[in-house]
């Protein structure tokens, strides 16, 4: 089974809504059905973009009566230390490193957002792939949710009385087999961006096309395996040794200039 998630963060009130509504309709064009990761209570000054939105929760409705898959997606979007969690991508987050009853109050502020809205979730996906084994408890304490939109594999497992669907890539790129879901972050998108998506969907739509209740059935009764925590290490280490390598050209860079 090969199939490509889409999936969009950073929605809400204050989001460019020029760039969300052109992948919108590019989305609507091929009939895909996205992940959207939709923030509670924006205060990230890095997301007020356009004017508040005071219709914003009924385009989310919207969305969700076209079968689009929304998410929560932390509280405030909001960083409060350099804790990199259980998925090391970055060193800052809304909530690994907090206490358990830190996580559950904001957990619970979060998800009561979303039923004043009358919007309901089973998937969560945290602020720059930040969280950690309280947030899964806070998670299970205060919500319905029962998927994580991240970890790096190749294809979803159980682990720790979640669902997890991998989060691996940032642009589209040519997969032979696997579950695949790319990030993007239309607030930032430029118009080459758009332009090389719809490129890619053109060929490769049938891949992704897919039902996510589907994909939860294909690999419910599959563990978290020794190859998931292999691949796990090899990606992080390859991330880590590209940082290292751009480091090392910077800093020679600035030395030559400086000598």
């Known amino acids: ?39 509670p209570q924006n205060v990230d000054k890095e ?51 907090l206490s358990l009853d830190e996580q559950i109050t904001k957990i619970k502020k979060a998800i009561q957002i979303f039923k004043q809205n009358n919007v309901k979730t089973r998937i969560w996906i945290a602020p720059s792939h930040t969280f950690d084994f309280n947030t899964l408890e806070a998670l299970k304490r205060e919500t319905l949710i029962d998927i994580i939109s991240d970890g790096v594999s190749t294809k979803p497992f159980k682990y720790k009385g979640f669902f997890w669907i991998p989060q691996q890539l940032w642009q589209p790129t040519i997969k032979e087999d696997g579950i695949w879901t ?20 053109l060929k490769n ?28 290490q090899v990606f992080f280490l390859r991330r880590n040794m590209r940082k290292i390598k751009l480091l090392v050209f910077i800093f020679n860079l600035i030395n030559k200039k400086l000598n």
């Open 1 to 39: 089974m090969l199939k490509y998630i889409v999936r969009l963060d950073d929605a809400c009130p204050t989001m460019n809504r020029e760039k969300w509504s052109r992948f919108e309709s590019l989305l609507d064009k091929y009939n895909i059905k996205p992940m959207v990761a939709v923030v």
């Open 47 to 97: 997301l007020i973009i356009d004017n508040f939105d005071s219709k914003f929760w009924e385009k989310v409705k919207m969305w969700h009566k076209k079968n689009w898959h929304i998410a929560l997606h932390g509280y405030e979007h909001l960083y409060e230390n350099e804790n990199s969690g259980i998925v090391p991508m970055n060193n800052r987050s809304e909530f690994a490193g």
């Open 182 to 201: 790319i990030c993007f972050h239309p607030n930032m998108m430029e118009d080459l961006e758009f332009e090389k998506l719809e490129e890619f969907i």
């Open 205 to 232: 739509e049938d891949k992704f096309k897919f039902h996510l209740e589907d994909i939860v059935d294909s690999f419910k009764q599959r563990d978290r395996s020794l190859s998931d925590r292999l691949y796990h």
